[in-house]
């Protein structure tokens, strides 16, 4: 096979996660040494006609940034999305429920006018994306791993259960015990072993839903907690992806 | 042999001994509540100081089986290529447990014996050959959502090196195996006096007054319960609650089913096999290739468990599934338990 041809780039984001690509730093080294980077916007210049990978992250907040993935899109076979913004539309995604002209009034000020902006949306809103690395910033454990299967040509699986799973096998003491709620019950795993409550916070959901989340459950139990409706919104809120699914039952 | 004793005071010299021979993992205080800090939360680790020990614990998240079958392990390592060369991995190296409980006592024998049967397990087995178990009796139910009286594991009658049963400021020794002689020998143990048995006796009566029955049956229709109540509705309702996250079975202490990946280098020369806890709560638990899951609904494995813990783990091992330890229903952020689910089966026929 010829070496494949990998790209990053960025849409509306921190640029955290390429920045967590290039923390891989010698981990990176065999994928450099098996594949050419057509184009990494966050390292260095130049671009090239065709891609068969491309790695990008950020989400769609602007027209441009339509037109931008579309054209990735075209030039690309594979297109993978990487962190919270690209796979849910991450925090970005708090603007839609604000009023867009104050939105556009605080973020863009003077010049508002100059940017098309439009409801914040993840890559899939737009365009086929064919695998998805959520978090915020995502693994880079996770990453090498997606990186590896694409290499060997094996379909990479995101972890179909809760960040439970992997908090209670860190032996942790379980936050709502501790009088905090945690949304690591329906939050899909992946994030170990950076995951937040062994740091000892509360799970925000950052890798947005597993497969078959019971949101009624986590509602219930909340509004039990104490919880009220707002608030659970807005736990639920802080990344879209856990939004969707919630909103509808609300 | 004759009954032993153990000052309090002497406790530390002997594990600092025994750490001179085996890694030594014990009880420890992890945190306290940032919400009530006289809520205690302990754990189970590698001890550094005897002082660190603390025999008064109550409950832990993880029990001793992470040390016998850790919640992450590498099974085989291999090269990826024309010589795969693939390589069991048997980490072990000797241990002693020290300071178990009697349902964990327990459920290591449940352990054993599932590892055992069939196909036996050599990465477990060889951790288990390379421990030894001390003891410590419990005087009090550890907290409320424990049941370990009736599921028959609060009395064990093997499983441990040697059982401390603590009264005061001393210890009774009781030496079970030859193994829990060696380890004794460590230890400045003298013979117990009458004051001393009278103690002990005292100890055994305030236990059996500590304790209560909680189930409404005797343990041993469990199994007759349960299949009674396989298509109850009871599955259904309870298990609108369940968020399918796993913790029952993670924190359980004989739960044995692990899931296996690969986990292979960036640069494709090598890779290693890792196993991991699994749990038949969680959505994938039952599929299989093609996509199809025989327990699609939360229900269906909810119900899957109970009958586990209270059926299909005797039947198939001829040791209790469910030693009543409670972790599982802690663990649950739902609040299901196991007991009231045993119990509300039982009053649904
Ligand atoms: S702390 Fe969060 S992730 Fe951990 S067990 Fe509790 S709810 Fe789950
Ligand atoms: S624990 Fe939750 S918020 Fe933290 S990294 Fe994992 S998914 Fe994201
Ligand atoms: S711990 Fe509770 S919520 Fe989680 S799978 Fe078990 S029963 Fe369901
Ligand atoms: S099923 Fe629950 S109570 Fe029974 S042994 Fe397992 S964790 Fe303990
Ligand atoms: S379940 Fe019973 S044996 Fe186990 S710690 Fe609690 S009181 Fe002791």
Redesign the pocket.
């Known amino acids: 096979m010829a070496r494949p041809v990998l790209m990053f780039d960025s849409l509306s984001c921190c640029e955290g996660c390429g920045l967590q690509v290039i923390n891989c730093e010698t981990d990176l080294l065999p994928i450099l040494a098996a594949a050419d980077i057509g184009r990494f916007r966050e390292a260095s210049d130049g671009d090239v006609p065709h891609y068969n990978v491309a790695f990008v992250e950020g989400s769609i907040v602007t027209s441009h940034d339509i037109e931008k993935i579309q054209e990735i899109r075209a030039k690309t076979d594979i297109l993978v999305a990487l962190g919270a913004c690209a796979t849910h539309g991450g925090v970005n995604m708090l603007k839609n429920f604000q009023d867009p002209d104050d939105v556009a009034r605080y973020v863009y000020g003077e010049r508002r006018a100059w940017v098309p902006h439009i409801p914040a949306r993840p890559q899939k809103a737009e365009v086929k994306v064919d695998a998805e690395i959520p978090g915020c910033p995502l693994n880079p454990a996770e990453f090498l791993e997606a990186a590896t299967c694409l290499l060997m040509g094996k379909p990479f699986r995101l972890p179909n259960y809760?960040?439970?799973v992997d908090?209670?096998l860190a032996d942790?003491v379980?936050?709502?015990h501790k009088g905090v709620p945690?949304?690591?019950?329906v939050t899909r795993a992946g994030c170990k072993p950076y995951?937040c409550?062994s740091a000892g916070h509360?799970?925000i959901g950052c890798r947005g839903l597993v497969d078959k989340p019971n949101t009624q459950a986590a509602k219930d139990v909340m509004a039990e907690f104490g919880l009220t409706v707002q608030d659970v919104l807005r736990e639920f809120r802080l990344f879209q992806g856990i939004y969707d699914e919630v909103s509808k039952e609300a | 042999m004759l009954p032993l004793v153990l000052n309090k005071s002497d406790l530390g010299a002997w594990i600092e001994a025994l750490a001179a021979q085996r890694r030594v993992a014990a009880p420890v205080l992890k945190e306290t509540s940032p919400a009530d800090r006289t809520d205690l939360k302990f754990g189970w680790e590698y001890i550094a100081d005897p002082a660190e020990v603390r025999l008064d614990y109550t409950v832990t998240v993880l029990g001793p089986k992470k040390f016998l079958w850790p919640a992450r392990q590498t099974v085989m390592s291999y090269q990826i290529g024309a010589d795969p060369r693939p390589t069991a991995v048997l980490d072990h190296e000797p241990h002693v447990l020290f300071g178990v409980h009697p349902c964990d006592v327990t459920a290591i024998q449940t352990l054993d014996a599932a590892f055992s049967k069939d196909i036996a397990d050599p990465h477990y087995l060889a951790r288990r050959a390379d421990t030894a178990i001390v003891s410590i009796d419990c005087a009090a139910p550890c907290d409320e959502t424990c049941f370990c009286l009736d599921m028959g594991s609060l009395y064990p009658e093997a499983g441990y090196d040697v059982m401390l049963t603590p009264e005061g400021n001393r210890f009774f020794v009781e030496v079970k195996t030859p193994l829990g002689e060696a380890l004794v020998e460590k230890a400045k143990v003298r013979p117990a006096t009458k004051q001393d048995m009278q103690a002990r006796q005292k100890f055994a009566e305030e236990k059996r007054g500590n304790f209560h029955f909680q189930l409404p049956f005797e343990v041993k229709y469990l199994p007759e319960i349960l299949d009674a109540s396989y298509d109850s509705l009871v599955w259904e309702a309870i298990a609108r609650r369940c968020f399918a996250?796993g913790?029952c079975n993670t924190t359980c202490p004989t739960c044995y089913c692990w899931d296996v990946d690969d986990d292979v280098a960036v640069d494709l020369t090598k890779g290693c096999r890792v196993r991991r806890y699994d749990s038949c709560q969680l959505d994938p638990f039952a599929e299989v290739a093609g996509g199809e899951n025989f327990r699609k609904d939360r229900s269906s494995r909810l119900r899957h468990r109970m009958f586990r813990k209270g059926k299909y783990i005797l039947d198939q091992t001829g040791r209790s599934g469910c030693v009543g330890c409670g972790r599982c229903e802690r663990?649950c952020?739902a609040d299901i338990s196991i007991k009231e689910t045993f119990i509300q089966i039982a009053g649904s026929r």
């Open positions: 809760p960040v439970c908090c209670k942790n379980c936050l709502w945690c949304l690591g019950i995951l409550p509360k799970c | 996250c913790s663990a952020v």
